[in-house]
């Protein structure tokens, strides 16, 4: 699940991590209190979405010329200016697609005294199973083009579980950032800070860009991006009041509440798989024979009728969706009770679109009876290839 930016400093906050001023505007209204409570004379509005790139964004409802989605400010007056012109409009950055992302919330904050801009992010490195630090010098630009062109200047620290950030890992930190002095000091107590916020909050993703060294000398987080790993939302209902749900794609939000994993995508062709690794390679025959699939979906081994019912209308409720491929491997899952899903979703829905469904495993038998008998116009397929060919041709024409 991911948070806003200033939700996420917010929390960062909590845990004695250095962050600039700041008041949330949630509504116009929410302005003349957010300003009076920053000593200005220097402000930076910020966008809220669930999206990179913000600064060098454009809104669609302003001249192209306009600034993008994070703008600094001398003084009162231009804050107002800016908020008139940004809140409620479409941002649309490199990471938004084309559509965009209606700016519904702004971030108000106290310009900082910028030094260096550096790069600081957590994860879990897959390659050792260990949670890391990936630190570099040049903060504030796109770290992909960063990693492309300079890989030298992107440095990958593995945190032992038993250790933790300790004076070793401090030390490697503060090489990596080319730190000095003061900064170099209050790396002693901010590193270890990320790691236990890290930690403590169940976070797949802690990203901060920039993190800066300021005129002073101080370190400050000036911007971040923090991901909750969904697993582990039970333990933090506090964090689940941070959702915004108008940040997500409806059907994403009607998928969790079934518990299927569903990921909405570009392509029209729906799939409906078991299996994670068999929905990736059902994707990847989709896109072999020159279509592309419009959603990631695997409904579990363990789903029941009215799961797969749920699952194909999350489906059909997509309009970029021109055919339907379902593909089960049954083991823990059954193929008599997709097919009774199937079945029944059909129906409810009125399917107008092309639907293939190949079926193999558990009750494979029973579950092509059961498709079979039902009067369906279904297209039956013998495995993936197949399968995959006549949804596309189907589609196609």
Not at 90 to 110: C, F, H, M, S
Not at 209 to 218: A, E, F, K, Y
Request: charged fraction near 25%; glycine fraction near 10%.
């Amino acid at each position: 699940m991911n948070i806003h930016e200033y939700q996420a400093k917010q929390l960062l906050a909590t845990y004695g991590i250095p962050i600039a001023q700041g008041a949330p505007v949630l509504k116009a209204s929410d302005l003349e209190a957010a300003i009076a409570s920053l000593p200005g004379p220097g402000y930076v509005v910020k966008s809220q979405i669930h999206a990179g790139g913000r600064g060098k964004g454009k809104f669609k409802e302003l001249p192209a010329d306009a600034k993008g989605g994070v703008r600094l400010a001398s003084d009162a007056d231009e804050v107002r200016a800016h908020v008139k012109e940004m809140l409620g409009n479409t941002l649309v950055t490199k990471q938004t697609g084309p559509a965009g992302k209606q700016v519904n919330r702004l971030y108000l904050e106290d310009a900082a005294d910028i030094a260096r801009e550096l790069y600081c992010s957590m994860l879990v490195n897959r390659q050792t199973g260990k949670v890391s630090f990936v630190a570099s010098t040049e903060g504030g630009m796109d770290i992909e083009a960063v990693a492309e062109e300079t890989p030298d200047k992107i440095h990958t620290i593995d945190i032992d579980v038993d250790t933790g950030v300790d004076a070793g890992i401090v030390s490697k930190l503060v090489s990596a950032f080319e730190l000095t002095d003061k900064a170099a000091d209050e790396a002693k107590t901010l590193f270890p800070a990320l790691y236990d916020a890290y930690n403590k909050e169940d976070m797949s993703l802690l990203e901060i860009n920039p993190l800066i060294v300021m005129g002073n000398g101080s370190l400050r987080v000036l911007d971040a991006k923090v991901s909750i790993d969904g697993n582990a939302l039970f333990r933090h209902d506090d964090t689940m009041l941070l959702r915004d749900e108008t940040e997500e794609d409806a059907k994403e939000i009607e998928a969790s509440k079934h518990d299927l994993a569903y990921i909405a995508l570009d392509g029209d062709i729906g799939c409906m798989v078991n299996g994670a690794g068999l929905a990736m390679a059902t994707m990847d025959m989709i896109k072999l024979y020159g279509a592309e699939p419009a959603n990631f979906l695997d409904v579990g081994g363990g789903a029941t009728t009215e799961k797969v019912t749920a699952a194909f209308k999350i489906i059909t409720s997509d309009p970029n969706v021109k055919g339907i491929l379902v593909n089960i491997f049954g083991g823990i899952m059954r193929c008599d009770v997709i097919a009774e899903g199937v079945v029944a979703a059909v129906k409810d829905v009125s399917l107008k679109v092309p639907l293939v469904v190949r079926l193999e495993g558990t009750n494979v038998k029973k579950g092509k009876e059961i498709i079979n008998s039902s009067d369906l116009d279904v297209i039956a397929a013998d495995d993936l290839d197949d399968a995959a060919q006549k949804i596309v041709k189907a589609v196609k024409g």
